[in-house]
Each structure stands twice: as structure tokens, then as C-alpha cells.
């Protein structure tokens, strides 16, 4: 089987470099028959990773321990879930996933008729297939899944116990199904600027898979707050790690794009930008990817020091230094004669959540890379902590949420300024009323208020915007349902954005309510008291359980508000049954609608009958969970294919292009 596996990615290596050969040739002298045999062997790649990847498979299923990754991910005693995680669960692995999903998400955009986009096509491919080769060749030489060992163990070394959980399935996955989707807008770019063919065709090819990458981002940096929220027991879902960071940067970099591609689409303005933004959305994948690998990061998501830290350095070095050039190379080309008429417009709304989201990714990136840099010029280590992020990229995203609301309202080249007043007026006025409420509740804290406003502004002007749309339909005669299912039906892209706006307002709802977090750690014996905030711990009682994998010691509590009971919490420590006895702490929560009991098991001491607990009161953190799902459900619907929109805005961006960009060569 290792021989199987490790022949089948040799393989895929070997037709990945002549896919991306055979392609640039073909396309450089004008022959199709090269072109297409490139084409088919991309194709082959793709079949080949595949194949490698069900025999890795198929070895942690059988606990083939003579393969050293399946040794070291996998026990004898570990779940079934967790044997088809290991795949990713390690360094080898998880870059065989990657190239393999790179493979098919390559294959899937060649699969497209050729006629369409005759001259960018099989540039693309050789973009493509080369991306892929790098990573297939670091899996050949340098980061094999199918060593063998010399002696063949009885057992297995077993998957890291913070691995060993049902998000582990899901959250990886999405982030590499997101880094790698990136490759292809990447790929189209990278090919419309070698061909000059900077015109609709490129755009048209790239926005949807920008998009289905961005939504694989976001799910999976939804995951894995939820992982860490469920898993690392420190009360809260997004600390500013640094492979949080990494994934996080080219998230902000591709909602830019999926905001300045409509002023390019409807008045071909930021062509500049949109090249620019896809460039370095790939660019920061690869810069996170290489951060999180090389081990230069100190995180609980990065993987250990490595072999393969000095190539994927110079690759990503090649990347960036070759995707500025080309960009440099064609931004004669890129330049458009078309302005923003009026900073009271829809185009300027756009230019300032582009300046926004760019201000928020540089203070990332700053305060996630200063460490290193810092580390390497002195010597000396500096931590950059979770207060320098809140203090600095939070309020950034705030003002990106008023614009969010803002923008919509606006129309396209000049608007008049006492009419936006008007249709700003509402929102507004329902937003002070809320802080006014609030305030007469009891809530004083500036930072809180000004969130909540924010939200409520931006979120009442979203709704505000749909049921105009609702009420033009309902003069026709239809009722409210039919209204508000027919104008989604006609304008998917539209309405699917005002969707994903009322999620990002649900989410900022939550991200505000931390404001309010309470914490309190005692040491308890049976029938004692811990508060926090609004509720109270009673602790119960203690057991023992023994899993074949684990050891269980688990402490049990009544949740208490008042003098009313309103559910259980049982944290747990466990020990894993493997070669290096893991320890872990797994938190308990019970949710509430307006928060969350969250409790964490410290100790405990059998003879004096005393446990040690630690319990957050998290405010408000439903609504991070729940706006990310209507988030993730409005990407969706503005993912989804609609022909007739398509067509409309490619025809008016054709016309709008026309004049402006250069011949269309078939050669570079």
C-alpha cells in the first residue's frame, strides 16, 4: 500500500509539471493540440492525487502501523471519525488533502467550454498546474505520507487529543477547501494579465470562485471558533492567535474584492483594485499557510518545526515578488478612465470599505508578523497580545458595519445628499432610540453602546432597503411572502449581499456582548455556591468513567439563577490512553437566550472531596453562532448560479470596457 500510494502522488507530481509545461508552450506558440494534451494531464494529476489519498485512507482504517503517518496519527483505539481526520490531523497528510483538493478544484474550472475563454484557459492551466506541482513536490520530497518504518509497532501513537473532536471533521477542511479555491480567481488573474485580456471574461470567471472560496473561509474560521470554544477551555471562540490571523487575512482581502467587483461591474471603476485584491488574497493564503508550517508561530493550530519551511518560503517569496511584477508590467493597461463623480456615491461608499478592510488587514498582519520580524532582528521574543487587536482592528471593522449600512442607500455615480439624509433618517433614529433604551436599562459602557448602535443602525437601514424592495411588489398585487420570495428569486446576487449583512449585524451583536463576560473560579466541596455574573454553580458530585480510549473524571453542577435551577454543566479532565498520556480539560456549556454558562474543571482532591472549577458568563455569544449562519446561507444565495443577471452585467461591463482595454492576442 505505501508503495501504491506513494507511486499514485509521484505520478501526479510528474503529470502536474508537464500539465504546467505543456500548457504555457501551447499557449506561447498557438498550438491546440499541446494545449488540450496539458489540459488532459492536469486532469490525470487530479485522478492521481485522488487515488493517493483513498489508499492513505484505506491504510488508517487497516492501522497499517508500518507507515510512519499512520503510526503517528492513529491508534488502535481511535474512533472512526477520527481515523478519516488523521488524514489532515498531521504535516504529511493534511498537504496530500491539499494538493488533492487543489487538483479538483483545477479540474472542475477546466471543465468549463474552452470556447468561452479560449485565450485565458490554457494560461490558467499553467498557472494552475504549476501551483500544484509545488505542493505535489513538497509531498514527493520532502513531506511523505507513505514512509515506512524500519519495525512494524503493535499500536499506534494515537491523533493530539485536541485533535480528537467532531469539528476536526469540518473546520479544516472548509479552510483548506477556501485557501485552495483561492488559487483559482488567482490563476484567471495571473492569466488575463500574461494576455492582456483584462476585459469581462476574466472578472466573469473568478467571481463565483472568490466567492465559494470566501464562504469556505468563513465557515471554516466559524468551526474553529467553535472548535476553540468547545475544546481549548479558555471561555471565548477567537483569542487573535496567529494561525487564527493567518486565515483570517486573506478573509478581509477577499471581501474587499467581493465589494469593489460591483462598481467594476456596473460603472468599470477599481479595475486596479480587483486585480490587485486577487493577487493578494492568494498571496496572504500562501504567507498564512507558510507562517502555520514553518513553525514560527507558538499556537495550538500550527504544525511543529519542519523540513519544509525553506521552500514554501522561496515559493511564496517567487509568488509575491512575480505577482507585483506582472502587476506593475500591466498597470498601464488597468488604468480607466472612468472616476468616482461624488463622495456622496455608491462607488465611494465601496473605495471607503476597500480602505477599511485594507487598514484592518495591515494592523494584522503587523501585529501578527512583528513578533517574528522582532524575534529575528534582536533575538529577543515580543508578544503582541489580544488588547492590541481589539483596541485597533475592532473599531476599523465598526466603521466597515456603518459603511456596510450606509452604502446600499446610496445610489451609483452622484446622489443627492438631502435624499440619502431621508433614507438615512429612520435607521438612525431607531438606533439612538435603542442606545436610549439601553442606557436606561443600566448598559454604560461606551464600547457596548457604540456597538449595539452601530448594529442596530446598520441592520434597521437592511431590513429598511428590503421592504422597499417588498413594497414595490405588493403594488402589484402580491402578498408579503410572495413579495419577498419573487425579489430574491430576481435578484439573488442583491438580496443574498443584504442577507449576509444582517448576518454580519447578528454577529456584530455578539461580538459586543463580550463587553459584558464575567468569570469567577473557586475551589468547592459538595454543596457549595460559585457566582458569576447573573448565575451560580452548585457543585453535586464527582465520577469516574474509563473509555477504551480515555480516562474520564468528570464534576457535576446545577446552574442556578436566583433560587431557580436551569440546567447542568458536568466539565470534564480526560486522559488519553496513548504513547504520551495526553492530558485535556473539556469545558461544559449550557446555553441560554441571552448567554452562556460556561464552566471548566480545575482539579480535584479525592481525599478532601474538593473540585476547583472556573465559570464564564458569556453574554450575548448565541448571536456570534447565529449570525454566521445566516451569514454563511446568504453567501450561498448569492453564490448561486442566475444566467440571466449574469449576462445582464457582463453585457453593460463589456460596454462600459469597450474602448479601454488593449487587443485581445492569443499569445502573451
Keep these: 500500500m505505501a508503495e501504491l500510494g506513494y507511486g499514485s502522488v509521484a505520478a501526479a507530481f510528474g503529470a502536474a509539471v508537464y500539465a504546467a509545461v505543456a500548457s504555457a508552450v501551447g499557449a506561447w506558440r498557438g498550438a491546440p493540440g499541446l494545449v488540450q494534451s496539458g489540459r488532459r494531464a492536469l486532469w490525470l494529476s487530479a485522478v492521481l492525487g485522488t487515488a493517493a489519498v483513498a489508499v492513505l485512507e484505506i491504510s488508517l482504517y487497516r492501522h497499517d502501523f508500518s507507515i510512519a503517518y499512520v503510526w503517528k496519527t492513529s491508534s488502535l483505539t481511535t474512533p472512526g471519525l477520527y481515523l478519516m481526520t488523521a488524514l489532515w490531523g498531521g504535516q504529511e497528510g493534511s498537504l496530500l488533502f491539499w494538493s488533492w483538493l487543489l487538483g479538483v478544484f483545477l479540474s472542475i474550472a477546466l471543465a468549463r467550454p474552452w470556447r468561452a475563454d479560449v485565450g485565458l484557459l490554457p494560461w490558467f492551466a499553467a498557472v494552475g498546474a ?23 509497532p503493535a499500536d499506534g501513537n494515537g ?35 500574461i494576455t492582456r485580456r483584462l476585459d469581462a471574461s476574466w472578472l466573469s470567471a473568478s467571481r463565483r470562485w472568490l466567492l465559494v472560496a470566501w464562504l469556505c473561509l468563513t465557515i471554516g474560521l466559524a ?10 477551555g479558555w471561555g471565548g471562540y477567537w483569542g487573535w492567535d496567529p494561525v487564527e490571523n493567518a486565515a483570517l487575512m486573506p478573509w478581509l482581502a477577499a471581501t474587499a474584492f467581493l465589494h469593489s467587483i460591483m462598481a ?55 509568488v509575491v515578488a512575480g505577482s507585483l511584477a506582472l502587476l506593475l508590467w500591466r498597470l498601464p493597461l488597468l ?25 484592518a488587514l495591515f494592523a494584522v498582519f503587523w501585529g501578527t508578523t512583528f513578533p517574528i520580524i522582532s524575534e529575528w532582528v534582536t533575538g529577543q521574543k515580543v508578544t503582541i497580545g489580544p488588547a492590541y487587536f481589539n483596541r485597533l482592528v475592532l473599531p476599523i471593522l465598526g466603521a466597515a458595519v456603518l459603511l456596510m449600512g450606509i452604502g446600499p442607500l446610496v445610489a451609483w455615480r452622484r446622489a443627492d445628499a438631502r435624499s ?32 449595539f448602535a452601530v448594529s442596530a443602525f446598520a441592520g434597521a437601514a437592511t431590513i429598511l432597503e428590503i421592504a422597499r424592495g417588498v413594497r414595490a411588489r405588493r403594488r402589484l398585487g402580491e402578498n408579503v411572502g410572495t413579495a419577498f420570495v419573487r425579489l430574491v428569486a430576481r435578484n439573488r446576487r442583491r438580496y443574498g449581499g443584504y442577507i449576509v449583512h444582517l448576518g454580519v449585524v447578528v454577529l456584530a451583536v455578539g461580538i459586543t456582548g463580550n463587553a459584558y463576560k464575567t468569570e469567577a473560579e473557586g ?61 485535556m480539560t473539556i469545558p461544559s ?19 478532601a472531596g474538593v473540585v476547583t472549577v472556573k465559570v464564564h458568563v458569556n453574554p450575548l455569544v448565541g448571536c456570534v453562532w447565529l449570525g454566521l449562519l445566516v451569514l454563511a446561507l446568504g453567501t450561498m444565495l448569492a453564490a448561486w448560479p442566475d444566467g440571466r443577471e449574469q449576462r445582464v452585467l457582463d453585457a453593460e461591463l463589456a460596454r462600459l470596457l469597450a474602448g479601454r482595454s488593449s487587443p485581445r492576442p492569443t499569445a502573451a
Design 420 to 451: 440619502v439624509g431621508r433614507l438615512l433618517a429612520r435607521p438612525a433614529f431607531l438606533s439612538l432610540a435603542l442606545v436610549a433604551a439601553l442606557v436606561a436599562g443600566g448598559v454604560r459602557q461606551p464600547t457596548a453602546l457604540a456597538g
Design 264 to 318: 467594476e461591474e456596473r460603472r468599470g471603476l477599481f479595475r486596479t483594485w480587483n486585480v490587485a485584491l486577487v493577487l493578494l488574497t492568494f498571496c496572504l493564503s500562501l504567507i498564512g499557510t507558510f507562517l502555520t508550517r514553518a513553525g514560527l508561530v507558538a499556537s495550538v493550530h500550527a504544525f511543529a518545526q519542519s523540513d519544509i519551511g525553506d521552500s514554501f518560503l522561496a515559493f511564496t517569496i517567487v
Design 223 to 232: 468551526l474553529g471558533g467553535r472548535w476553540a470554544y468547545d475544546v481549548l
Design 523 to 583: 475551589a468547592l466541596r459538595e454543596g457549595d455556591v460559585l457566582t458569576s455574573g447573573a448565575y451560580a454553580l452548585r457543585f453535586d458530585g464527582f465520577e469516574q468513567a474509563s473509555e477504551p480510549d480515555r480516562q474520564i473524571d468528570r464534576a457535576r453542577f446545577t446552574v442556578l439563577q436566583g433560587d431557580r435551577s436551569v440546567g447542568t454543566v458536568a466539565p470534564s479532565r480526560q486522559l488519553f490512553r496513548n504513547r504520551e498520556e495526553q492530558p
Design 159 to 193: 491523533l493530539n487529543a485536541l485533535l480528537q473532536h467532531p469539528g476536526m471533521a469540518f473546520h479544516p477542511p472548509m479552510l483548506y477547501l477556501g485557501f485552495t479555491g483561492l488559487a483559482v480567481p488567482y490563476a484567471f488573474a495571473v492569466a488575463a494579465l
Design 589 to 607: 456549556v449550557l446555553h441560554r437566550p441571552l448567554g452562556d454558562v460556561y464552566a471548566l474543571l480545575g482539579g480535584f482532591d479525592p481525599e
Design 335 to 359: 488604468r480607466a478612465t472612468v472616476r468616482v463623480e461624488s463622495v456622496v456615491s455608491r462607488e465611494a461608499a465601496f473605495l471607503g470599505n476597500n480602505l477599511l478592510f485594507m487598514g
Design 130 to 152: 504549476s501551483i500544484m506541482s509545488f505542493f505535489l513536490g513538497l509531498v514527493v520530497f520532502q513531506a511523505n505520507p507513505f514512509a515506512r518504518l524500519d519495525v512494524l
